[in-house]
Structure formats: C-alpha cells, structure tokens
C-alpha cells in the first residue's frame, strides 16, 4: 500500500547525543516536509523540500538537518544544538499541483 | 504578527448542528488552504484544500474561501461527536511553504 512511513515511532535519547528520524514515502510526491508538534499546540515546520538536492529552512531550523538524497526519503537529525527536543515529530508529503499531502504516523521524541 | 488565526477555542455544538470553524491569513500569496482533523495523540488527518474563491463540498464538509477578505472556513453539518477534535487550517505559498494554525478543538455534545 502506498504512504508515508515514519521510523521509530518513539525514541528515547540522552542529553548530547543526536538522533535521525526516517521518513518515507511510495506514493511518487515531489515535496516532503518535517514539523515539530508540542503539546496542545499547532504545527512548526521544520524544513521542507520540493525537489532532491534542495530543501529550505522552515521557521524553527536550529539545531535541526536535513537531506534530501532521494526522491523517496527526507531524514531528519535532531541535533545536540536543539535546546529542547522533546517533542512529536511529523514528515508530510505533497504531490505538486494537488492537494494530496498526507501525513505520516509521526515519532515522539523524549529526552531524558 | 501570526501567519494563520485560528481561534482555540473549545468549539462547543450539540449533536447534529453545524460547526463553523474559521480561519484567518496575513499573506496575500498563499495559494492553496487546507483542513485537517487530529485526533488527540494522532497525525492530522486530510479532510479537504481549496485553491479558489468559493464553496467545496465534500460530504458533510464545506469548505469557503474568500481571498479578498483573507479567510477561510470549514463548516461540519450534522455533526457527530467523533468530529470531536482539533482542526488545523494550513496555507501554501507559491514556494510550496506550508503553515499551520494552532488549531481549534471542536466538542459536540451528545
């Protein structure tokens, strides 16, 4: 079945270390996304990318990488730089021209 | 000033009745809106984007666009409580730039 899938779905790290959250879609989209949930708030978007090889900074960038290697995959590093990284991580993807842009399950991040 | 308004709420309905949950926008450029549902815990959840000004129905589901004002709606009629949920109104712009809402949760009471 085509769709987003995102790995792991929770994940627990040490202060310090960084961590690379999977995302990957089947369903031929041209654009992915990655977003920062707290709770009971809205959606922050992380970086985003139309095509591969390019993606562009979203609102809250620091401490946070990206890449975009594959059509298919758009991996996010949260990084010992971001101060406070507990959070639920959702990858979207778009394809262009269409309103299909879908969500994956997300991943919850906890620091401890 | 915030991108995309969206009022807290709770949004509180009885059973049955319409919902109306608003949306407002700063940037005259954006392109295409979305809505989507998420449920406590959950990813959003698709419900309908529109692009033009004017209605979009889609079952129980309208969605109303009107860029000249900078808004848009979503109206649930027949509502049931497992609309219950937060919605997300979201904004694309011509660089594919997509922003949230912080939402608006919805009760309907049975």
């Known amino acids: 079945d085509g769709g987003i899938t995102q790995s792991p779905k929770y994940l627990f790290r040490k202060e310090g270390q960084n961590v690379t959250l999977s995302c990957e879609q089947n369903?031929?989209?041209?654009?992915m996304y990655w977003y920062r949930q707290d709770p009971g708030q809205g959606l922050r978007l992380i970086y985003y990318?139309?095509?591969?090889?390019?993606?562009q900074k979203g609102d809250i960038a620091e401490g946070y990488s990206v890449s975009r290697e594959k059509k298919e995959s758009f991996p996010l590093t949260v990084t010992s730089a971001q101060k406070n990284p507990t959070a639920f991580y959702l990858c979207?993807?778009?394809?262009?021209?269409?309103?299909?842009?879908?969500f994956g399950e997300g991943s919850r991040l906890t620091v401890l | 000033q915030k991108e995309v308004e969206q009022n807290s709420g709770p949004l509180s309905v009885p059973e049955g009745a319409i919902a109306s949950l608003n949306c407002t926008y700063s940037?005259?450029?954006?392109?295409?809106f979305f809505w989507y549902r998420q449920y406590s815990g959950k990813s959003p959840e698709l419900i309908m984007f529109?692009?033009?000004?004017g209605d979009k129905e889609d079952g129980r589901f309208t969605a109303q666009l009107n860029k000249a004002s900078q808004y848009v709606s979503l109206l649930i009629r027949d509502s049931q409580p497992s609309d219950s949920a937060t919605y997300l109104c979201?904004?694309?712009?011509?660089?594919?730039?997509?922003?949230f809402g912080s939402g608006t949760r919805l009760l309907v009471r049975p």
């Open positions: 979207a993807s778009l394809k262009l021209g269409t309103g299909e842009l879908f």
């Open positions: 529109i692009y033009s000004n």
């Open positions: 979201a904004l694309m712009d011509s660089s594919y730039k997509l922003i």
């Open positions: 940037d005259r450029g954006s392109q295409s």
């Open positions: 369903l031929n989209h041209d654009a």
């Open positions: 990318s139309q095509i591969v090889n390019d993606f």
